[in-house]
């Protein structure tokens, strides 16, 4: 695919979790361009940003969104954050416009859904994209089990919404 066929104004979302990224490329609120998983066995950082590096370089977007990474209580570990760290720089050195959103501002965009939880708002997600539906893991059974890879695919759809609700007033009330 060329520059030149390559939609306008992409909103790019990264999601890093324990073994690599999910990411989701969207045209608009609800309509995909691209997605996928991406893992990294060893020198998992490097792997990853030079994975995104050539995202961004394919994808060319408009905007990277990223969940807040740089809180003081976090569960994020400290190579999860240095990362975060390192593809907002990336991002600025591009001259991507980049945002960052809390979990809470997460829950807040999806909370007229009722979706709270991750599980929630990954079901919500599938639900209104109807292009990630054949995607959406079953939820885990119990707490301490491994979340599902594929949750961060979702995890970084649920920023690309809460992005683009910013600007309007419940981005889910246009829809049928």
């Known amino acids: 695919m060329t520059a030149a066929t390559l939609p306008p104004g992409l909103t790019l979302a990264i999601h890093p979790f324990s073994r690599g ?9 609800f309509t995909p361009y691209d997605w996928g998983l991406s893992t990294a066995r060893r020198d998992k950082n490097a792997v990853c940003l030079r994975k995104i590096e050539k995202l961004i370089a394919r994808l060319q977007p408009q905007t990277l969104v990223l969940e807040a990474f740089e809180r003081r209580i976090s569960a994020r570990p400290a190579r999860t954050a240095r990362l ?14 980049v945002a960052l959103y809390s979990r809470v501002d997460v829950q807040a965009a999806f909370a007229p859904l009722g979706a709270r939880t991750r599980d929630e708002i990954a079901a919500a997600v599938a639900r ?49």
């Open 128 to 176: 209104h994209v109807d292009a990630l539906r054949h995607r959406i893991p079953r939820a885990r059974d119990k707490p301490w089990l491994w979340e599902d890879p594929r949750m961060a695919l979702f995890s970084a759809a649920a920023l690309i919404l809460t992005h683009h609700q910013r600007g309007a007033s419940s981005l889910f009330d246009a829809l049928p």
């Open 84 to 97: 975060c760290r390192a593809i907002v720089s990336l991002a600025a050195d591009r001259g991507l416009e």
């Open 21 to 29: 990224f999910g990411w989701a490329a969207f045209e608009g609120p």
